[in-house]
C-alpha cells in the first residue's frame, strides 16, 4: 500500500522559515514534488525534484525561487522543502506528490499518489 506522510507544517510569522518533510512508501518513486493549495484557489506546483540514471532535477514554480529549497533522498523515498522568507501568501494546504517514473512535469494531473496535506499559515 502506497502512503505519502507530510509533516512540518504550522504557523509562522513572515520572513520566518518552515522545513516540510514527506516520507513516501509501499514503493520506489522517481519524481517527488510539493504543491499547494490556498482556500479559493486551484492546487498549484511548488517544487520538484526527480532521479534518473544517477541524476538529480529540481524544478521550481517562480513565486518560490530563491526562497524555497526541495532536497531528497531516492533510496529513501523522502523529500524535504525548506522554506524561508516566508510570505502571508504562501499560506496553504502544502501536498508532497509522487510518481513511479521519471517526470519533469509541473501538472498535478500527472502524479499517481498523494498525500493528505500540511497546514502552512504565515502571519503578517
Known amino acids: 500500500q502506497v502512503r505519502l506522510l507530510e509533516s512540518g507544517g504550522g504557523l509562522v510569522q513572515a520572513g520566518g522559515s518552515l522545513r516540510l518533510s514527506c516520507a513516501a512508501s509501499?514503493?520506489?518513486?522517481?519524481?517527488l514534488a510539493w504543491f499547494r493549495q490556498a482556500p479559493g484557489n486551484e492546487r498549484e506546483f511548488v517544487a520538484q525534484?526527480?532521479?534518473?540514471?544517477?541524476?538529480?532535477?529540481?524544478d521550481y514554480a517562480d513565486f518560490v525561487k530563491g526562497r524555497f529549497t526541495i532536497s531528497g533522498d531516492n533510496a529513501k523515498n523522502t523529500v524535504y522543502l525548506r522554506m524561508n522568507s516566508l510570505k502571508p501568501e504562501d499560506t496553504a494546504v502544502y501536498y508532497c506528490?509522487?510518481?513511479?517514473?521519471?517526470?519533469?512535469?509541473?501538472?498535478?494531473?500527472?502524479?499517481?499518489?498523494w498525500g493528505q496535506g500540511t497546514q502552512v499559515t504565515v502571519s503578517s
Open positions: 506528490a509522487a510518481v513511479p517514473r521519471l517526470t519533469r512535469s509541473l501538472a498535478a494531473a500527472d502524479y499517481d499518489y
Open positions: 509501499g514503493r520506489t518513486f522517481n519524481a
Open positions: 525534484i526527480a532521479w534518473s540514471g544517477g541524476y538529480r532535477y529540481t
